[in-house]
């Protein structure tokens, strides 16, 4: 194998020893140093767009992320021509903090000086893990391109395992949509908290454009997002979602351009883990679930696996030459000394479809379910019922009794299970990127929560209209109508909700309604 196939096969990180010198490579082989006369970048034609990164702290080690591109270069843009140079990183502990956020030149003694090479194939993104570090210990570091340098930024190792801690400080984030979402947060994080390092749940991007939850709310300084290819989600025309690799690259190279988001990169590591939206929403393996229903799209799915490999600066095993979408392994758990364990697990590689299949009849219409009453707005009586029968089918068939109705995988659940009950911390901490708890809609407290609102008459004369207008005088249709909408329900979700109850009404079922 030679060495172009080595980067790419082993998804181009490269190990440095705090001591200097570029010794190894994730998996244990030998790293490749730069190619024989790759020349260090020269000039001031180079910039950080995305600034730098830092991930997965440990006790003795951390992951190092950048982009470099020539300045004339627009800053989303995907790299297409190989640069055939070489980028500086240091590294020191000495204490930097009045540099922290600028370009100003780092200070003091570095644990680490090398050269790391650009690679196209990865959209120029350098992925640099440092071992041999001290635990519990602040480091500077800083990229160099010729003679343009990366802002000052700093991590904080783990404790050592086996060592007592009084107390760490961590934030946790999620759900950062740029069409929507206000990142005031993030600059007050930035200029104010002391944390040992930040978890993020998942949703860093989302994949979707143009929707119309996404109109209307957005920050100035978020300018409109334009993907590169894109599919349309209905028809020729309105909103799309990413489905090519160059898709999801825009997308996360767009969100880093933000220099509040930036800045918290700068200070703190990040400890992260996906959910739907670096993929799709309310995905699960490969399976995509807009209005068409349940598509299997693995090309789709390797695209959005490799770019948050690429862009996330995760201590991760990515494999771009395996065949099939489970070709990246992001569950993983972190030490804190003896007072904490965090494990973070991967909810949607490995799940099962939903307990209720969005292609599941529905019995007033027909026609599929689609998100509502399969995703959304589950009869408990069905759930419960579609669960214990898939529960049973493989019980049987001498299968694993979860197949059909887990979240982890099989041998996910059981590195958690064994993570979780061998480990001594004392506080053990799991990184979910999915709410534990169920949802659920009770009527009584619903018609309570208006009359303490005092909506009780605006809401049944919505009703009253409704049932004239639009259900035919069919007056719980209508109810179940407003009550969607007036939860925030879009008027085609609440028409298929109110069709759902009616069918369970119908046959006799439950129809209290549950979030699934």
């Known amino acids: 194998m030679d060495r172009r196939q080595f980067i790419k096969l082993g998804g181009f990180i490269t190990v440095t020893a705090a001591t200097g010198g570029l010794v190894g490579c994730g998996g244990g082989s030998s790293s490749p140093a730069p190619a024989p006369g790759t020349p260090p970048a020269t000039g001031a034609n180079w910039k950080f767009p995305q600034s730098v990164a830092s991930g997965d702290p440990r006790s003795d080690s951390i992951m190092l992320w950048t982009r470099v591109v020539p300045a004339s270069m627009d800053d989303v843009a995907t790299v297409t021509a190989k640069s055939g140079v070489t980028v500086r990183l240091q590294v020191t502990a000495a204490d930097n903090s009045s540099a922290l956020g600028s370009n100003k030149a780092l200070d003091g003694a570095a644990v680490v000086d090398v050269q790391l090479e650009l690679n196209a194939d990865f959209d120029n993104t350098i992925r640099n893990k440092v071992t041999g570090l001290q635990p519990n210990q602040a480091y500077f570091y800083q990229f160099t391109a010729g003679d343009v340098r990366s802002n000052v930024a700093r991590f904080k190792t783990a404790p050592a395992a086996d060592v007592s801690v009084d107390q760490l400080k961590f934030a946790y984030l999620t759900c950062q949509d740029w069409s ?56 020729v025309s309105g909103a799309k979602y990413a489905t090519t690799l160059d898709d999801y690259r825009y997308l996360y190279k767009k969100y880093r351009t933000d220099s509040r988001l930036q800045a918290v990169h700068e200070r703190f590591a990040f ?10 929403d309310d995905c699960w393996q490969d399976t995509q679930t807009y209005a068409e229903g349940e598509k299997h799209d693995t090309p789709r799915r390797r695209s959005a696996n490799q770019a948050w490999f690429e862009y996330m600066p995760a201590d991760v095993t990515f494999d771009s030459a395996a065949t099939g979408f489970q070709n990246i392994k992001i569950y993983r758990d972190f030490k804190f000394g003896k007072l904490m364990q965090l494990v973070m697990t991967d909810e949607r590689l490995f799940r099962a479809d939903h307990v209720v299949p969005e292609q599941t009849p529905n019995p007033a219409t027909g026609l599929p379910l689609g998100s509502i009453g399969a995703r959304y707005l589950v009869a408990q009586d069905l759930y419960t019922y579609v669960e214990g029968q898939k529960i049973a089918a493989a019980t049987a068939a001498g299968a694993d009794p979860l197949t059909g109705v887990a979240m982890l995988g099989a041998t996910q659940r059981d590195w958690w299970k064994s993570t ?35 909506a009780v008459a605006s809401v049944a004369t919505s009703i009253g209209n409704t049932a004239a207008t639009s259900t035919g005088g069919n007056v719980p249709v209508a109810a179940a109508i407003v009550g969607a909408m007036t939860a925030g329900a879009s008027v085609s979700a609440a028409s298929a909700a109110a069709m759902a109850i009616a069918g369970a009404a119908a046959g006799g079922g439950d129809t209290s309604a549950r979030l699934a």
């Open 271 to 280: 400890i992260a883990i996906w959910d739907d939206h670096e993929f799709s």
């Open 420 to 454: 979780l009950k061998a480990s001594t911390a004392t506080w053990k901490l799991w990184g979910n990127e999915v709410s534990l708890l169920r949802m659920g809609l009770n009527g009584t407290d619903a018609i309570a929560t208006l009359v303490a609102l005092q």
């Open 180 to 235: 929507i979402n206000h990142w005031g947060a993030l600059d007050h994080i930035a200029r104010n908290e002391q944390l040992d390092f930040i978890v993020h749940l998942g949703d860093y991007i989302y994949e979707t454009v143009g929707e119309a939850f996404q109109a209307g709310a957005v920050e100035k300084r978020h300018d409109p997002l334009t993907l590169p290819n894109g599919t349309f989600k209905n028809g």
